[in-house]
């Protein structure tokens, strides 16, 4: 029997709406971690910090995908919430084609501002020369990397999750396959990787857009579309969290490189880029279970349904409490085994990854709680709330954290300071949540 937005949800059917999209980021996180593992053992170190220290860089230009999906389908559900399915569909259809357009633009900035970006985060010579190599040809598919992140939230809206996760395990798939075929059979180096991941992604933005531009089975359908501002506002306000959140974290990823190159060296961003890759995919979890999540609340809100909104609440909050601690607990077992993976030709560089992972993984008991309260609230259609929690978390508690814990901790405190952080967005979450509780009746 298929999951209706209108449904009143229990543990299970929570769950099994949720997996698909939780599967999906899941998926697209696992891109970097395949590229790194083949970089970082058929090309080499410093080629595995290139990577590590221009991908935050990268990651900036794809962020607006994210905003347009979630803050697009927080409206379209919240409409079709308010029985208006040819009006959600115009909004859909503007969304997405704005987006392209979007992309376009985005390759051509990120092409021009490839090199003195990494000149910035401190890369020279052979460094600085592997950033550009590996940046410049991801950011052809800067336009499939956006429409990939949209409708990987659309697909839930669209109530076509199965959908999404099988696109998205097709892309993933491609991207693994092509990383062994270009770089540890071909041996096209960090070319090799970068196109790997470049025709993944198409794979993953491409695919749907014909999906949707046809006939097909689920609540959305690319058409006619005109263009709305105060729509596209809407849009961008309820979405501006996600945005905000993946640009700073992409924004406190480059400051970790600058501070690590300063401390430790280049031993200190390939240890760094272990720790992301496990981080990004439990953030993934996280964020997957959000957007899977986000169209009933947005439904329920539309529809004025407080008595499901408290049931939301209740049960997506303990369900990423079960989530945070069993992943405190994978983290610690899996410390030295990633650290083998990725490193362990270097016995210097492991033992640092490995160290700093047991510190690094107390943030993963925080961290799950912050990403859903800020998705609540863009499904409540409450952006600029949702940007304030997301705000807190990157740009003034990460790197006040990534700047002042260093001065009194030496080196231990780059590892320490996003636990820190992290612990002080949970109170804050929890204080707004408190406070809009009266106003939502959840």
Same mark, same amino acid.
């Given at each position: 029997?298929?999951?209706?937005?209108?449904?009143?949800?229990?543990?299970?059917?929570?769950?099994?709406?949720?997996?698909?999209?939780?599967?999906?980021?899941?998926?697209?996180?696992?891109?970097?971690?395949?590229?790194?593992?083949?970089?970082?053992?058929?090309?080499?170190?410093?080629?595995?910090?290139?990577?590590?220290?221009?991908?935050?860089?990268?990651?900036?230009?794809?962020?607006?995908?994210?905003?347009?999906?979630?803050?697009?389908?927080?409206?379209?559900?919240?409409?079709?919430?308010?029985?208006?399915?040819?009006?959600?569909?115009?909004?859909?259809?503007?969304?997405?084609?704005?987006?392209?357009?979007?992309?376009?633009?985005?390759?051509?900035?990120?092409?021009?501002?490839?090199?003195?970006?990494?000149?910035?985060?401190?890369?020279?010579?052979?460094?600085?020369?592997?950033?550009?190599?590996?940046?410049?040809?991801?950011?052809?598919?800067?336009?499939?990397?956006?429409?990939?992140?949209?409708?990987?939230?659309?697909?839930?809206?669209?109530?076509?999750?199965?959908?999404?996760?099988?696109?998205? *395990? #097709? @892309?993933?798939?491609?991207?693994?396959? $092509?990383?062994?075929? &270009?770089? %540890?059979?071909?041996?096209?180096?960090?070319? !090799?990787?970068?196109?790997?991941?470049?025709?993944?992604?198409?794979?993953?933005?491409?695919?749907?857009?014909?999906?949707?531009?046809?006939?097909?089975?689920?609540?959305?359908?690319?058409?006619?579309?005109?263009?709305?501002?105060?729509?596209?506002?809407?849009?961008?306000?309820?979405?501006?969290?996600?945005?905000?959140?993946?640009?700073?974290?992409?924004?406190?990823?480059?400051?970790?490189?600058?501070?690590?190159?300063?401390?430790?060296?280049?031993?200190? *961003? #390939? @240890?760094?880029?272990?720790?992301?890759? $496990?981080?990004?995919? &439990?953030? %993934?979890?996280?964020?997957?279970?959000?957007? !899977?999540?986000?169209?009933?609340?947005?439904?329920?809100?539309?529809?004025?349904?407080?008595?499901?909104?408290?049931?939301?609440?209740?049960?997506?909050?303990?369900?990423?409490?079960?989530?945070?601690?069993?992943?405190?607990?994978?983290?610690?077992?899996?410390?030295?085994?990633?650290?083998?993976?990725?490193?362990?030709?270097?016995?210097?560089?492991?033992?640092?990854?490995?160290?700093?992972?047991?510190?690094?993984?107390?943030?993963?008991?925080?961290?799950?709680?912050?990403?859903?309260?800020?998705?609540?609230?863009?499904?409540?259609?409450?952006?600029?709330?949702?940007?304030?929690?997301?705000?807190?978390?990157?740009?003034?508690?990460?790197?006040?954290?990534?700047?002042?814990?260093?001065?009194?901790?030496?080196?231990?405190?780059?590892?320490?300071?996003?636990?820190?952080?992290?612990?002080?967005?949970?109170?804050?979450?929890?204080?707004?949540?408190?406070?809009?509780?009266?106003?939502?009746?959840?």
């Amino acid at each position: 029997m298929s999951i209706q937005l209108s449904d009143h949800f229990t543990y299970r059917k929570l769950l099994r709406l949720t997996l698909p999209s939780m599967v999906m980021l899941v998926v697209t996180s696992v891109y970097s971690v395949v590229d790194g593992f083949f970089v970082s053992n058929f090309v080499g170190k410093t080629p595995f910090a290139a990577v590590n220290l221009i991908m935050p860089f990268l990651m900036v230009i794809g962020s607006i995908g994210f905003m347009m999906g979630t803050g697009g389908g927080a409206l379209i559900a919240k409409t079709m919430g308010e029985h208006c399915p040819e009006k959600a569909n115009r909004i859909f259809s503007m969304v997405v084609y704005l987006s392209a357009v979007f992309g376009v633009v985005l390759t051509v900035l990120g092409l021009l501002l490839l090199r003195p970006v990494a000149c910035f985060l401190g890369a020279d010579g052979e460094l600085l020369e592997n950033c550009v190599q590996y940046g410049r040809v991801v950011l052809l598919a800067t336009t499939a990397y956006i429409l990939q992140f949209e409708f990987q939230c659309l697909f839930a809206t669209a109530n076509k999750p199965s959908l999404g996760l099988a696109i998205t *395990v #097709a @892309a993933g798939l491609t991207n693994a396959v $092509l990383d062994a075929l &270009f770089v %540890a059979v071909l041996s096209w180096g960090l070319e !090799g990787a970068a196109a790997a991941t470049a025709i993944g992604q198409c794979v993953g933005g491409i695919l749907p857009l014909i999906y949707f531009a046809r006939e097909n089975g689920s609540l959305l359908r690319l058409g006619r579309a005109d263009f709305d501002g105060r729509a596209l506002l809407q849009v961008c306000l309820n979405g501006s969290s996600e945005m905000l959140s993946n640009i700073a974290t992409s924004i406190v990823g480059m400051l970790y490189n600058i501070q690590l190159l300063r401390y430790i060296g280049e031993n200190g *961003v #390939a @240890a760094y880029g272990v720790l992301m890759y $496990l981080s990004m995919v &439990f953030n %993934a979890i996280f964020i997957g279970f959000s957007v !899977g999540v986000a169209p009933v609340v947005s439904y329920h809100y539309g529809a004025g349904n407080r008595t499901e909104l408290r049931n939301m609440k209740r049960k997506c909050f303990a369900t990423v409490a079960v989530f945070s601690g069993t992943m405190f607990a994978l983290a610690l077992l899996l410390a030295k085994p990633l650290a083998t993976l990725f490193v362990g030709y270097d016995r210097a560089l492991f033992a640092l990854t490995a160290h700093a992972f047991l510190i690094y993984s107390i943030s993963f008991l925080f961290f799950g709680f912050t990403i859903y309260t800020s998705s609540f609230f863009t499904s409540l259609n409450n952006g600029p709330v949702s940007a304030a929690v997301s705000f807190l978390r990157t740009l003034v508690f990460q790197v006040a954290a990534v700047f002042l814990l260093p001065l009194l901790l030496g080196m231990e405190g780059i590892w320490w300071s996003l636990a820190a952080a992290e612990l002080l967005s949970l109170c804050t979450s929890l204080c707004f949540l408190k406070v809009f509780q009266a106003q939502y009746g959840y």
